[in-house]
């Protein structure tokens, strides 16, 4: 068997979901609303189920989503994208980060992550055989330490892959961040793997760049979204990528060897969310904001330390104001069987050992009234 996977523990959203499941807990652990994405999106999606258009289609996406991907790219970031040749579509942002991984890592490459990170990126970097060179954010503040991340880069590396905003520490890189980002990746002719799928969930005024917007980086950058985060259907599992004409054909060769198309009527139904006017995207985000605001503030009245989250589902807290001991994992392990209510230890966003291991992330893609039990259990039990 394949022993690198064979050493690839369960992810820790799965792990966690079945913990909460087995006690019965809330759970503010996998980033999943518990609310429907957006009836016309689904009503969309509904009738070309219903109208019989369910065989394989086009490799790198029906024509109505590429087109809808090539707009959205244009009205919300002024980036002009040819949908017949510079879009891919992909089964979830996951077979997208894969894929734009296996289209420019050669074994020996090295590739850039940022620690904490999504939990698939290292596992793929190493299936490749490609070296993965970590540099670590860290807590309170997850500002980007530019020596380090100066250092990581050198003569082998091919990419750099991150993602803004930025799960699980709700970071949103800022314009001079990325600049520096840029800078790097020009000076080492290299690629980004550009992990937006929060791209529309940033809070307090705070705007995402993507990086493919600054000079220079059109041509080295691909931009991955998800209508699981923009239209609240992770199930969904719609995926776009948008890069240079020069990348996309081994783009979409990596999906053709890893699922080959992804389901139509889906396709069809978040062509149908990507044109919808500014107001959805504005109350999706406001929508959120609220959530976070209400998440946040229960947290902190309970004695949680909260930082700072600027965007995405997620907040990360720290346990020690409550006067825990041990280590993130077992206060959510805990915090399972005892309080039932489910977050998630924010090391298993961590590679290395020596990583921060007092922090836990909740999600606040909830319905009020759930947000408010969770906290009301939470305060029984401290
Ligand atoms: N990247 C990040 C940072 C995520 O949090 C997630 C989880 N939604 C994904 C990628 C995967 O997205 P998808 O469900 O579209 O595969
Ligand atoms: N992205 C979601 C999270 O961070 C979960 C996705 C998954 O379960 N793989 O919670």
């Not at 309170?140 to 100066?150: D, F, S």
Request: proline content about 6%.
């Amino acid at each position: 068997q394949n022993a690198l996977l064979s050493a690839t523990g369960t992810t820790i959203f799965t792990v966690m979901s079945a913990l909460a499941n087995q006690h019965q807990a809330i759970n503010l652990g996998q980033g999943f609303p518990d609310y429907d994405g957006p009836d016309d999106v689904v009503r969309a999606a509904a009738d070309a189920l219903l109208d019989g258009r369910n065989q394989y289609p086009p490799m790198t996406g029906v024509p109505e989503l590429r087109n809808a991907v090539a707009a959205h790219n244009g009205r919300f970031y002024g980036l002009e994208v040819d949908p017949n040749a510079e879009v891919v579509v992909t089964s979830g942002a996951t077979e997208a980060i894969t894929a734009c991984l296996m289209a420019v890592l050669n074994p020996g490459d090295e590739c850039v992550l940022i620690e904490p990170l999504y939990d698939t990126y290292l596992p793929v970097v190493k299936l490749l055989g490609a070296v993965p060179k970590l540099v670590r954010l860290s807590p309170p503040n997850w500002e980007l330490p530019r020596a380090e991340l100066a250092a990581a880069f050198g003569p082998k590396t091919k990419a750099i892959l991150f993602n803004t905003p930025m799960n699980p520490t709700g970071k949103v890189f800022t314009a001079a961040e990325l600049a520096f980002i840029a800078d790097l990746i020009a000076r080492h002719d290299c690629y980004a793997i550009c992990d937006e799928v929060y791209e529309h969930l940033t809070f307090d005024g705070w705007k995402h760049i993507p990086l493919m917007t600054l000079p220079g980086m059109r041509e080295r950058c691909m931009r991955i979204g998800s209508a699981g985060k923009t239209f609240s259907l992770t199930g969904w599992k719609v995926g776009y990528i948008t890069c240079d004409r020069s990348l996309a054909p081994n783009v979409a060769k990596a999906h053709q060897n890893l699922t080959f198309t992804t389901p139509p009527n889906l396709q069809r139904g978040v062509a149908v969310g990507l044109v919808k006017d500014d107001a959805y995207f504005a109350g999706l985000s406001s929508h959120l904001q609220q959530k976070r605001d209400r998440l946040a503030a229960g947290l902190a009245r309970l004695g949680f330390g909260v930082l700072e989250t600027k965007g995405t589902y997620f907040i990360t807290t720290d346990v020690r104001p409550l006067g825990w001991n041990g280590d993130d994992v077992s206060f959510c392990r805990t915090l399972t069987e005892e309080a039932k209510v489910t977050a998630i230890p924010v090391t298993a966003f961590y590679a290395s050992e020596d990583a921060p291991s007092h922090y836990a992330r909740f999600a606040f893609c909830k319905g009020d009234a759930l947000l408010d039990e969770a906290l009301a259990r939470m305060e029984r039990w401290l």
